[in-house]
């Protein structure tokens, strides 16, 4: 069936590790996402791609990285740079998003990172 | 800065109730509205979105209100059920800018009380 995958669904870092956090998409989206969500707290953008090879920084993109080799997959990487890595993970597509109009995000079932 | 928030954090109604979850919104120059629901440990699903053209729109047992004069947005659940439990987060777009200008509040918990 079609949608977005993630994977693993929990994930564990220890200090100084860097880890990698799948994003796959059958849905033949352009667009990508990454958002991190605290308890509590509203959605964050950390990362997104319009496109195959470009990507462009969102709000909290410092200790993160990304790569968009592939339509279908935009895999994110915590760095170990990033010193508050405990959260809940969520990759999105949507079609391209014209200038004109938003389109609605569709988001997968999420990992949740946590530090050893 | 500009932001979306929401008047109540937590909601309880008894089911086969009516719900109303409201959010406010600052960005005047927002106009277009997304409302979205997440159960534990899932990610969000899509429930109804709305432009700023329009003040009205439903869905399937789903409503959703755009008040723009107050900047104001309501999410209506009809004949809620125990299903409807979950957090339901607003967001706002400028279709001025890129999809990647949603911006999310913080939620509010619906609890349906059998």
């Known amino acids: 069936d079609g949608g977005i995958t993630q994977s693993p669904k929990y994930l564990f870092r220890k200090e100084g590790q860097n880890v990698t956090l799948s994003c796959e998409q059958n849905?033949?989206?352009?667009?990508m996402y990454w958002y991190r969500q605290d308890p509590g707290q509203g959605l964050r953008l950390i990362y997104y791609?319009?496109?195959?090879?470009?990507?462009q920084k969102g709000d909290i993109a410092e200790g993160y990285s990304v790569s968009r080799e592939k339509k279908e997959s935009f895999p994110l990487t915590v760095t170990s740079a990033q010193k508050n890595p405990t959260a809940f993970y969520l990759c999105?597509?949507?079609?391209?998003?014209?200038?004109?109009?938003?389109?609605?995000?569709?988001f997968g079932s999420g990992t949740q990172l946590s530090v050893l | 800065g500009e932001s979306v928030g929401l008047h109540l954090p937590t909601l309880s109604v008894q089911e086969g109730d009516n719900s109303i979850i409201n959010c406010a919104y600052s960005?005047?120059?927002?106009?277009?509205f997304i409302w979205y629901k997440q159960e534990s440990g899932k990610g969000p699903q899509f429930i109804i979105d709305?432009?700023?053209?329009?003040d009205k729109r439903q869905g399937q047992r789903v409503t959703v209100l755009l008040n723009k004069t107050v900047k104001h947005l309501s999410l209506q659940i009809a004949a809620t059920q125990p299903g409807d439990s979950a957090v339901y987060f607003c967001?706002?777009?400028?279709?001025?800018?890129?999809?990647?200008?949603?911006?999310f509040g913080k939620g509010t918990l619906l609890t349906v009380n059998p």
């Open positions: 999105a597509s949507s079609v391209f998003p014209d200038r004109a109009t938003n389109e609605k995000l569709f």
């Open positions: 849905l033949n989206h352009d667009a």
């Open positions: 791609s319009q496109i195959v090879n470009d990507f």
């Open positions: 960005n005047s120059a927002s106009d277009y």
């Open positions: 709305i432009r700023s053209n329009m």
């Open positions: 967001a706002e777009g400028n279709s001025g800018g890129s999809n990647y200008k949603l911006t």
